[in-house]
């Protein structure tokens, strides 16, 4: 037992301060304390348990937030890929493409346009002149005499091109193949036979001349770059 002493005046007496005496057995001091120690400690446990409660309800959904975003990464790459494998065979076919290009050039790459040639004589022809017929060969004469001569130094010959026509007289003749020589397309013009007559009362020259075609006559459709 203890004994607790403290100052108690009594009032309207004389007498002075009396002793308070405790009269718990201290096993239940003891036991109010050790109520205390547990109801602090149940306390601490309890906002421990809610501490970790929310750190694993927030790593919960950093995890969740985290497995979303890989999701939606995976469904990306998976659609790339889709849209990848569909142009997988992109580069077999420009390859296809430039064999079958590789091959319209080789086939079509001298193509002459001899529709083109024929409207630019018509256009140079002069006015005393009369063509009687025209022709044109891709392959390039074999040059003799003076005929050789003449197309010493000159262009490469990729064609032929021969006339035969009527004009007033041999100064017609030459005015004509000066035209011919003033076209990019042929070269080395020359007339191999030439014959007087009379139209009536009229003289007038007969003749035939040739000359050269000259890469220029070449259309170049098919060897020019795409989009050149």
């Known amino acids: 037992m203890t004994v607790q002493t403290e ?3 009594l009032v309207g007496t ?3 301060l009396l002793p308070r005496v405790n009269l718990l057995p201290p096993e239940i001091a003891e036991q109010a304390a050790f109520r205390k120690v547990q109801l602090g400690l149940g306390a601490a446990l ?3 348990v809610v501490a970790v409660g929310a750190a694993y309800v927030s790593a919960t959904q950093g995890v969740s937030a985290a497995q979303g975003d890989l999701d939606t990464a995976t ?3 998976t659609s790339l890929q889709a849209e990848a494998a569909k142009f997988r065979n992109v580069t077999a076919i420009y390859a296809a493409a430039d064999a079958a290009q590789a091959q319209l050039t080789t086939a079509m790459g001298d193509e ?3 529709s083109q040639l024929l409207n630019d004589l018509s256009l140079s022809v002069p006015s005393n002149i009369w063509i009687s017929s025209v022709g044109y060969t891709t392959a390039a004469p074999v040059a003799v005499g003076a005929a050789a001569a003449t197309a010493v130094g000159t262009a490469p010959a990729v064609g032929a091109f021969t006339v035969s026509a009527t004009g007033f007289s041999h100064d017609d003749v030459a005015a004509w193949l000066d035209s011919i020589a003033g076209l990019k397309t042929y070269s080395s013009p020359y007339f191999s036979n030439s ?3 009379l139209l ?4 007038i020259v007969t003749f035939a001349a040739t000359a050269n075609l000259t890469p220029k006559a070449q259309s170049g459709r098919y060897t020019k770059p795409a989009g050149g």
Do not use: D, W, Y
């Not at 009536?200 to 003289?203: N, R, S, V």
């Open 195 to 197: 014959t007087e007559s």
């Open 46 to 48: 309890a906002l421990t």
């Open 112 to 114: 002459i346009r001899f």
């Open 200 to 203: 009536g009362t009229k003289p």
């Open 75 to 77: 469904q990306q790459t």
């Open 7 to 9: 100052s108690v005046r």
């Open 14 to 16: 004389g007498t002075g």
